[in-house]
């Protein structure tokens, strides 16, 4: 089964920057449309960003105009680069494998990763 790996998280302070990366690791024929969900402690699980399969992006009102969701190269990877992070950023964020697309259409997944803690001090 697939499953997405994510990478990138770390620690730094307001007003930095950092770019987390997501792959989808295992054989497909699909093209996955993706996502990236964040959760803090004590708080309910939240959406940050989708990228379609041709690119076209969604933001959280919260992330929007700091957060750029993308895709690397033709393959299943889809990064997001975080800028100007405050500290209600901090959270573990998850990335969700959400659809499959393929040209006999889209069909619909719901394969979570383990997730990739983000640490925002002042």
């Known amino acids: 089964q697939v499953r997405p790996v994510e990478s990138g998280g770390g620690s730094v302070q307001a007003g930095g920057s950092l770019r987390l990366s997501c792959a989808a690791v295992?054989?497909?024929?699909?093209?996955?449309?993706m996502s990236w969900y964040r959760q803090a402690p004590g708080k309910e699980r939240e959406f940050v960003s989708f990228i379609d399969s041709d690119g076209g992006p969604r933001y959280a009102d919260s992330v929007k105009g700091r957060f750029t969701i993308s895709r690397d190269g033709a393959d299943n990877t889809v990064s997001l680069q975080m800028n100007s992070l405050k500290p209600e950023d901090t959270a573990m964020y998850l990335c969700?494998?959400?659809?499959?697309?393929?040209?006999?259409?889209?069909?619909?997944?719901?394969?979570w990763g383990q997730g990739t803690q983000v640490t925002v001090s002042t």
């Open positions: 969700k494998i959400d659809f499959c697309v393929t040209s006999w259409g889209r069909s619909a997944r719901d394969f």
């Open positions: 295992g054989k497909t024929v699909c093209r996955y449309e």
